[in-house]
DNA sequence: CTACTTGCAAATCATTTGCAGATGA
DNA sequence: TCATCTGCAAATGATTTGCAAGTAG
């Protein structure tokens, strides 16, 4: 955090183990078969999933001893790290979202199967309820997160 | 979930010891020492808080083994499900506001040191970008979460 | 080579639960 | 009285970590 603005100068356009490469390499850090193989698949399905859901989809790797929990772990967190995913918490569960690649979006949460569904729309106003009825999503509340970093942390 | 919906028939005025007497009594559950000591300082404090904050408000009581932690955490599970407070997860940490005599509000969340800001506003467009600035907050980014029932869950 | 990685097993940590004794209505 | 509670200790379950062996550059 004491490194100032960076220049925001990553292609977009590149896929996203290359940009994972870029990430790594400028960190020493290595370019495994294990990475590999997680961004892979993490890529490769859109939207959201928690950790048992992308393991169910690394089953034969980790089956096969080509990767472990405790790597997926640690590799999601270095994606988060890099940019490329999102991280947040739903009920004590840790859910990830694409962040490389992927637009912008907000959340319809369904309290009784704690279904996530994307809303995408560029009007911020009037979204809740727009988009609430457009998806036949009975409202309870909201709740609007802005994060960021406070006066107090920006050392103002 | 099968009880249709409820009349809201609540007298909002109710100190919330006397309403939480009222939730209790309703469900053929008892008004004991413990569930009276607990709402009485989680309503004597305002703002969010998590368990262990809430425990150190407890301390005395917790050492006099007046209360102890899982009847914390049994009387605030009550209290979510009497409506009185609203639990949310951030990074993995269970926090609790207040939802009863307390207006709805948006959050402020910083990365860097994990308090959370409140930001009430009626209007709620252009709310990012304006309460943060009022707060010199650097905004990074957002995230909305309606919550409610799905379609599907709905049965439609 | 040798520093970074990984898998394994064990450790964490917040939250939950089984149960016998305590207590409110 | 006696069903509801509580405290305690132990269980859970997701995530993390120590460490010796593996591997990328």
Chains 1, 2 share one sequence.
Do not use: W
């Not at 929990?69 to 918490?89: D, F, S, W």
């Not at 859910?95 to 912008?104: N, T």
């Not at 409202?139 to 406070?150: D, E, K, Q, S």
Request: charged letters at 30%; glycine letters at 6%; one cysteine or more.
């Amino acid at each position: 955090m004491s490194e100032g603005y960076s220049l925001h100068s990553v292609d977009v356009a590149l896929p996203p183990a290359e940009r994972f490469r870029q990430f790594l390499q400028s960190g020493g850090k290595r370019i495994t078969q294990q990475r590999r193989l997680i961004v892979e698949i993490v890529f490769s399905h859109h939207d959201h999933f928690d950790v048992d859901e992308l393991i169910e989809h690394l089953q034969d790797l980790i089956a096969q001893r080509k990767v472990s929990r405790p790597t997926v772990y640690r590799t999601l967190a270095e994606l988060v790290e890099a940019g490329m995913l999102r991280k947040m918490t739903l009920g004590g569960r840790s859910v990830y979202e694409h962040d490389y690649g992927y637009p912008r979006h907000d959340h319809l949460f369904c309290q009784m199967c704690n279904k996530l569904l994307e809303v995408h729309s560029d009007d911020r106003e009037r979204l809740r309820d727009a988009a609430a009825e457009k998806y036949h999503f009975r409202v309870l509340g909201h709740r609007m997160f802005v994060t960021g970093i406070c006066a107090e942390c920006r050392g103002t």
